[in-house]
């Protein structure tokens, strides 16, 4: 006999704790405030509340428009810092249902221009943090009694520069593209234990950075490369991240979506 379907399934995050990682800014705090928007209790985890494209910080903005949010200072790169995160979300909130691993830096150079220190910096805030709080967001989930066979939730952002290279941006490409592979290991590993993992690939998204992200030319580069009329805005990827972390998202894990107008289809 056929199960029957599921009709209570939604995007309401209603009574869901969540960590987002590099929260204080741009694709980061777009996550926070939608996951809040719908329900979540969200703890925005970064090295700063400064706000790059300028504002409130994250956590403010979000309980002045009426949601929960708690601001825990840290630096991926910190094992120490990583492991109290999990366990401060914990002690104040009682359990954590969603990680949602944003934080990054960048450092564009190409392999002759990079240093050695430069390259290990990247790798150890964009790649092995993801591995650090995925680890320690897994030891505290898999101890959770399940909710709709789910016991926790990881969502990933790599990027569509894991799949084709990011010109003159080695370290950055490297870390996207590993962050993929980590997505699948981790969602076959623990599948068995209500653990869901899955990633999110923005494409060119507008974000209000200054910089590079703003160069004539790479704004050129990707309007050309990008078949929708527009390029992409924060909100586009804390949509994509909503659902993903959200009861309506079922019997999909280990997988990677691209929210990117198009870029890697064409």
Same mark, same amino acid.
């Given at each position: 006999?056929?199960?029957?379907?599921?009709?209570?399934?939604?995007?309401?995050?209603?009574?869901?704790?969540?960590?987002?990682?590099?929260?204080? @800014?741009?694709?980061?705090?777009?996550?926070?405030?939608?996951?809040?928007?719908?329900?979540?209790?969200?703890?925005?985890?970064?090295? !700063?509340?400064?706000? /790059?494209?300028?504002?409130?910080?994250?956590?403010?903005?979000?309980? $002045?428009?009426?949601? /929960?949010?708690?601001? /825990?200072?840290?630096?991926?790169?910190?094992?120490?810092?990583?492991?109290?995160?999990?366990?401060?979300?914990?002690?104040?909130?009682?359990?954590?249902?969603?990680?949602?691993?944003?934080?990054?830096?960048?450092?564009?150079?190409?392999?002759?221009?990079?240093?050695?220190?430069?390259?290990?910096?990247?790798?150890?805030?964009?790649?092995?943090?993801?591995? $650090?709080?995925?680890?320690?967001?897994?030891?505290?989930?898999?101890?959770?009694?399940?909710?709709?066979?789910?016991?926790?939730?990881?969502?990933?952002?790599?990027?569509?520069?894991?799949?084709?290279?990011?010109?003159?941006?080695?370290?950055?490409?490297?870390?996207?593209?590993?962050?993929?592979?980590?997505?699948?290991?981790?969602?076959?590993?623990?599948?068995?234990?209500?653990?869901?993992?899955?990633?999110?690939?923005?494409?060119?998204?507008?974000?209000?950075?200054?910089?590079?992200?703003?160069?004539?030319?790479?704004?050129?580069?990707?309007?050309?490369?990008?078949?929708?009329?527009?390029?992409?805005?924060?909100?586009?990827?804390?949509?994509?991240?909503?659902?993903?972390?959200?009861?309506? @998202?079922?019997? !999909?894990?280990?997988? !990677?979506?691209?929210?990117?107008?198009?870029?890697?289809?064409?």
């Amino acid at each position: 006999m056929n199960a029957k379907p599921h009709l209570t399934a939604s995007l309401s995050m209603e009574g869901k704790v969540c960590i987002v990682t590099g929260a204080a @800014s741009g694709i980061g705090r777009a996550i926070a405030r939608q996951l809040a928007a719908n329900g979540a209790v969200v703890v925005i985890a970064d090295i !700063t509340t400064d706000v /790059i494209e300028g504002g409130e910080p994250t956590a403010t903005l979000i309980v $002045r428009d009426g949601g /929960i949010a708690h601001f /825990i200072f840290t630096d991926v790169s910190d094992t120490a810092q990583v492991d109290a995160l999990v366990a401060q979300t914990v002690a104040r909130f009682g359990r954590l249902d969603v990680l949602v691993n944003n934080a990054c830096i960048r450092h564009a150079r190409p392999l002759l221009d990079m240093e050695e220190a430069d390259w290990q910096r990247v790798l150890d805030v964009n790649l092995t943090g993801v591995f $650090r709080c995925s680890r320690a967001a897994v030891r505290q989930m898999t101890g959770q009694p399940p909710v709709d066979e789910v016991r926790g939730r990881i969502v990933n952002l790599s990027s569509q520069h894991g799949m084709i290279a990011a010109p003159g941006d080695l370290a950055y490409g490297t870390a996207k593209a590993a962050i993929d592979y980590m997505t699948r290991q981790i969602a076959t590993d623990y599948a068995p234990r209500g653990i869901v993992c899955n990633a999110v690939a923005p494409g060119k998204i507008q974000t209000g950075a200054s910089g590079r992200a703003m160069d004539p030319v790479v704004l050129d580069r990707a309007t050309r490369r990008t078949p929708w009329p527009r390029l992409g805005h924060p909100d586009d990827i804390a949509r994509a991240v909503l659902f993903l972390a959200s009861d309506l @998202s079922t019997f !999909t894990t280990g997988t !990677t979506l691209m929210v990117d107008g198009g870029w890697m289809a064409a």
